[in-house]
């Protein structure tokens, strides 16, 4: 169906030619799904752009052939290429609420590609639509074709782009990392979807992702890319247990497994013993009755109900739980980024929920608790340097000034294995991982108790989430922090918490030690979770 030689793709920017991809050859059978994996900077999105000739300006395929179907992909005309995306080759793209038209009723946009391509009248484009939304199992789909982006969930936005995507019954779906950001029973039905509606369809597809369980999962054929060059691709079973490129071992050590150690995620050289951390029987927080009520326009949302559970000294303590089950609104409440409606938050012995969110600011225990975010881009202020970002904590709570501030910050970066060079350049200028230290050396600043992580490594490629995650082991047990791991990879929760609070609906269902509640769980809602986690195939043997 697709054949692809030597293809090469270029961009001409202010520092001259950048070689993003660099002669790659594969080919793609009626029927099959082909992942292609590999880190942010492989080329993988750059390959399915220049597939559909939506390039960038300054991006052009600067060398080799792609054949769809005996069409010279390279070469067809503008207006050939139009008729051929959406209704032969379709893709869903990576972001779902930035590839929706916020303005425009869900329902208009499916009938914009049906009438597009000549398969719906004025007359018959609204049941077409609503077909399209009940293909991809959207419930009520009536109710939903008048729908804003904005009023459905990141799971639901991701349906519709899948909708979009297939309404006219494309033979070829290019899927560009469809499930990032999604939590992991969302990520399991939109994926569960799109391979059951290939198979249904006699469709091809070509899965891009950075997660190697998922890709194993899903796909019949794995192509691993780096630095723009396919560096092996077989079968899953054979990428993961016998990997022949060190690029490929290195990508398949660090994908979490069960049964395996934190440090086993790190290259054989980067692994060193562990560092003792001691938990006490004391606990530090405390919460009791804590409940979030909004007032919405149909009545009363109750974000979270009720909750109780404690954090002990020293304890790493895991929050899991699908989007809205109550996870971020817990976590920001005991960060003091917002009011409980009622409830008590004993921190250190003292009650700190009735301390208004508004004025915590200056309150001595600010500098006591500490939050890392999610998506370290977005959390970072963009005309901050890095060594601005850190420093910022240390001069407002710290009280710290000229060389001794100087001085801190330097500590802090290395703390962190950010390199000292770094510390100049400005948010876009660093790669994730390094975004990813900054905003975790600013939390650690002041040497807090008490350590929020609101899914630090969510946006990760899986070697950069190795390194942050066994960073914050290391912090952990050096600072004797304590922290509350906010989730939905429970692969990932495993390897770094004690114990584990299940939310769901506002509510906790389950809770005790992370291996009883992983390898144990009592509640049906905990089953579920864990069996929707991808689960790559055996590690490689060692001879």
């Known amino acids: 169906m697709l054949s692809v030689k030597d293809l090469a793709v270029s961009f001409q920017t202010r520092r001259g030619t950048v070689d993003a991809v660099r002669g790659i050859s594969f080919d793609l059978a009626k029927g099959e799904i082909l992942g292609i994996v590999g880190e942010s900077g492989s080329g993988k999105s750059v390959t399915s752009y220049a597939l559909m000739r939506i390039l960038d300006a300054g991006g052009t395929i600067a060398a080799g052939e792609a054949t769809y179907s005996g069409i010279d992909l390279r070469r067809a005309a503008e207006r050939d290429m139009r008729d051929i995306r959406g209704r032969e080759i379709s893709m869903i793209f990576q972001n779902p609420r930035a590839a929706l038209n916020p303005i425009r009723k869900v329902g208009h946009q499916i009938e914009d590609v049906l009438r597009r391509h ?4 004025r007359q018959d484009a609204r049941a077409k639509a609503i077909a399209a939304l009940r293909a991809v199992r959207i419930n009520d789909a009536e ?14 936005c991701q349906r519709i782009v899948c909708a979009i995507a297939l309404a006219c019954d494309p033979r070829l779906l290019i899927a560009d990392e469809p499930t990032t950001g999604l939590d992991i029973t969302t990520q399991k039905a939109v994926m569960d979807l799109v391979r059951d509606l290939i198979r249904e369809r006699g469709m091809s597809s070509i899965l891009i992702t950075h997660d190697l369980g998922l890709a194993a999962q899903y796909c019949d054929r794995i192509m691993v890319m780096k630095d723009g060059v396919i560096v092996e691709q077989g079968d899953p079973v054979q990428i993961f247990s016998a990997p022949q490129h060190p690029y490929s071992r290195k990508l398949v050590d660090a994908t979490p497994r069960v049964g395996e150690s934190i440090r086993s995620l790190l290259p054989p050289e980067d692994r060193k013993a562990e560092l003792p951390h001691h938990v006490h029987d004391r606990p530090l ?14 009545g009363p949302v109750h974000a979270v109900k009720g909750i109780s559970f404690s954090i002990k000294q020293g304890q790493s303590v895991g929050l899991v739980g699908e989007s809205g089950c109550g996870k971020s609104t817990t976590s920001e409440i005991l960060v003091r980024l917002m009011d409980a409606t009622s409830g008590e938050i004993l921190f250190d012995g003292h009650d700190i929920a009735g301390i208004p969110a508004q004025g915590f600011a200056r309150n001595p225990r600010r500098a006591e608790i500490q939050m890392v975010f999610q998506d370290a881009t977005d959390s970072l202020n963009p005309r901050h340097t890095a060594r601005q970002t850190i420093a910022d904590p240390l001069h407002r709570l710290g009280g710290l000034r000229g060389a001794k501030l100087a001085t801190r910050v330097e500590e802090l970066a290395t703390l ?3 390199p000292l060079p770094l510390l100049d350049r400005f948010p876009h200028q660093l790669s994730g991982g390094q975004k990813a230290r900054v905003g975790i050396a600013r939390a650690v600043a002041l040497e807090p108790k008490f350590l929020i992580l609101d899914e630090p490594t969510a946006a990760l490629d899986v070697s950069i989430q190795a390194v942050v995650l066994n960073l914050l082991v290391d912090l952990r047990a050096k600072l004797g922090m304590t922290y509350l791991f906010v989730s939905h990879d429970l692969h990932v929760v495993r390897l770094l918490c004690d114990h584990v609070i299940v939310m769901k609906a506002g509510e906790i269902v389950e809770q005790g030690p992370a291996q009883d509640v992983m390898s144990n ?11 929707a986690a991808p689960k790559p195939p055996a590690r490689r043997q060692v001879a």
Do not use: C, I, W
Request: glycine share 8%; aromatic share 10%; hydrophobic share 35%.
């Open 416 to 418: 962190v294995g950010l």
């Open 118 to 121: 000549a398969r719906a009248t």
């Open 285 to 298: 927080v405390e919460v009791r009755n804590l409940t979030k009520t909004y007032r919405g326009s149909s």
């Open 521 to 531: 769980p009592q509640h049906d809602y905990t089953k579920t979770l864990l069996a």
């Open 143 to 156: 109710a939903r074709y008048d729908a804003y982006p904005f009023e459905l969930s990141g799971g639901m």
